[in-house]
């Protein structure tokens, strides 16, 4: 099993062009989960999905948005980048929320936008 | 909503001696988890210990203890007999149950361990 995994490992963009993450998980779960992880911030949900087809916001979802239309894939977009994005994106995933199941953590893609 | 505190930007121990790190939390909710995360320099986010809110007992992970403290609203964690791959950044989180239910982060302490 590879777990969560996370395409591409790095990049850097120019202000506003556009990019997709990917993230794709073979743990059958269902709920999947995109953070941002900046300095002195802790991790901050950008969006998240309880399922194919489903997608919701979270904390900090301004100028992303996400797809989900695989269960095992859930795609982050940045439409046109600014350097407030400048940041590093982790995807998650696990089986549910109800009883505090774990989730489990891709390694990161860190971004830069200049 | 709820809120995590880790107060501690950073700590520093010896090898082979023991470092509790703190972490409280604010909710109103009575049925919760709580985890600590370690992310070392490579950082992948690597689960360390899983806390449930209604059991008693304190979870223990080999040298990975926490110390819950319902009523004061506090899950510190201990690490025992400390070694160099402990060097890490650790990030205390909280959960309540429900569907849908979010993960809410600290803003993480940067432990270094010393030769």
Known sequence: NAGVTQTPKFRV?????SMTLLCA???NHEYMY???????????LI????GEG??????VPDGYNVSRLKKQNFLLGLESAAPSQTSVYFCASSRDSLRGETQYFGPGTRLLVL | AQTVTQSQPEMSVQEAETVTLSCTY???????????????PSRQMILV??????????????RFSVNFQ????????KISDSQLGDTAMYFCAFIPTGANSKLTFGKGITLSVRP
């Open chain 1, 13 to 17: 963009l120019k202000t506003g062009q």
């Open chain 1, 25 to 27: 998980q073979d743990m």
């Open chain 1, 34 to 44: 995109w953070y941002r992880q900046d300095p002195g911030m802790g991790l901050r």
């Open chain 1, 47 to 50: 969006h998240y999905s309880v």
């Open chain 1, 54 to 59: 489903t997608t919701a916001k979270g904390e």
């Open chain 2, 26 to 40: 604010d909710t109103s909710e009575n049925n919760y988890y709580l985890f600590w995360y370690k992310q070392p």
């Open chain 2, 49 to 62: 210990i899983r806390q449930e809110a209604y059991k008693q007992q304190n979870a223990t992970e080999n």
């Open chain 2, 70 to 77: 319902k009523a004061a609203k506090s899950f510190s964690l």
